[in-house]
């Protein structure tokens, strides 16, 4: 079974970002990044179907010349190959998705695995693009994935607010991770080491030649409004309780 | 200022990684993630049980630290001595004892089987001890010889074709853990050499000391061996006197030399960070000139300890690196790493005497980083031998 999964880099959740001073993205200075959470899951997933039923698991990233640092971190989880779509443009979610649809494309496989979201800019689009601009059947938020290889179906568990779905659909299909699928492994030190040998293929994104242009822009980034001083009441607490429901109520119009 | 700039900043301030190549990041990253999720949050509650958490051994061994830079073919990865020196720096950044188990088993033990092994014995022990399926302690010290190893007194006597063994060991990391131990012990005509002894044989015997206030996380063991026959093909066959058990201290000792990198950097950011958010008489305790002093002075001895790691690592990496400048090393670093612990310590006011942090854990382990792999004083008799060739012991 040959199975792809996309990997977006993101800044670490640790990272405090600073707005770029145009408004229109972030610094990227100082940045740690790493890969998104939910793509881990998606790694992590293929490398175990791969283990139980064989095959080969190829890495298929985009952006600029930092991110071949997430895809050695991949390739250190146990991922075969790599294809990385160089870039440094800005790329809005269906540019990520045709670019990465077209490389999917002429890789061939059958399965796409990849992240629910990217937890920087939360459009989770793209594994959904992905499966439109490929014509395949797609599956995502999903919490247990199961391979049928004699049927060449899929059975998944999708979280759903309050219940769980399970669907069943043919393959190649995309399938997009939750966290709680597994418990993605860490990069080993071996694995670090023959990852050195494992073939990264780069190819331009400008080498495409789609038609990439954004659909949606950004028109302004900004901080959340500072956090207002704190009210301390004091007096009696017979007092400062009512005054407390008061501004409650009136004020924050919690209660 | 955030806790990951300042962390950041405390950890590197002046930009070191920015030397690193791809490998040296990776190995750096991995361990530290590996260390930050599976150690870190238990490190005090471990260190607090006085043993070593047992079942970290089969994750180290898939983590890749046992032997990572002997051959693949013996189960290592080829691991560069930048890259091992990180790695063993993000041990120790989670504790001393953790740091001390991969010592002990790669420097120590798979050091000495790869170094005076036979084909024979490397192909039976390393490929196993690299995948934690045997674990290896190393027997130089004995109770009435340390800095001295040459005064030991454990003997190994011809008698047909085996060697019998006796003697007491002491000190001896992972010597309860063990299922083989390189013992070190003087033949008929008093030449140090080294054997293989599989723990279970018949007159081997390891009692835990757990009356460490020093090291609780790592077992300690005393080794007593009475008669223990073992055939002469368990003996390593290259090892001809004091120097080998010597060479594989230098190798140990390179591995303090980082590691203990790792734990004062643990302490220093640590403390700051505390000083940040404690306030005193109004204000921040870190807005008070005497802890910024402590602060800046911490810093900078960390910086001389980073300094002298990687420049070591190249002298490594390039086949120069002597024993002398080993010692100068272990002895700076050993010493700096406890100055520092010690310090935040005292920054963390009462809660620095508390596990809940870090600080007293590290200092406390610290002090026999210290001393083992020889004391800061015989390091100074090290290179001062080296310096002006004179022996002074
Ligand atoms: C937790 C722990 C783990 C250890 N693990 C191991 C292990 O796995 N394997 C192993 O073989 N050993 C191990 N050791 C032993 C360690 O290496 C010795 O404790 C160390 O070498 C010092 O020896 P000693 O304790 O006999 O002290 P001594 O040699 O008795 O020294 C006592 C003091 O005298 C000083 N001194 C000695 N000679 C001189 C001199 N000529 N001039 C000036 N001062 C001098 C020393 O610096 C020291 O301060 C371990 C020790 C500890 C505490």
Redesign the interface.
Known sequence: MKILVTVKQVPDTATKIQIRADGQGIQEDGIKWVINPYDEFAIEEALRIKEKQGGEVVIVALGPSRVEEAVRQSLAMGADRAVVISTDAAVDPAAAATALAAVCGEEGFDLILTGKQAVDDDSAQVGPMIAANLGLPQVTVVLKLEVDEAGHRLRAERELEGATEIVELPYPAVVTAQRGLNEPRYPTLPNIMKAKKKEVRRVSMDSLSLALDPRVTVNRLFAPPERPEPTILSGEPEETAKELVRLLHSEAKVL | M????TT?KLEDFYQLQDLWT??E???K???R??VDREVIPHAGEWWQQGEFPAHLIPMLA????FG?TLPEAYGG???SPL?YGL?MQELERGDSGLRSFASVQSGLAMHAIYRYGSEEQKQEYLPRMAKGEIIGCFGLTEPDAGSDPAAMITRASEEGDSYVISGAKRWITNGHLAQVAVVWAKDDAGIVRGFLVPTQLPGFHATPIHTKASMRMSATSELYLDRVRVPKSFQLPEAHGLGAPLNCLTQARYGIVWGTVGAAMDALVEASLYAKTRTAFGRPIAAKQLVQSHIVGMETRLLNMQLMARQLGQLYLGGTMRYAQVSMAKRHNARAALEIARMAREILGGNGISTDYHAIRHMANLETVDTYEGTYEIHTLIVGRDLLGEAAF
């Open positions: 955030d806790i990951q700039n950041e791809e490998e990041t990776d190995v990253n991995a361990v993630r590996f898939e983590l890749g630290v990572p990865s080829g691991l890259a790695m």
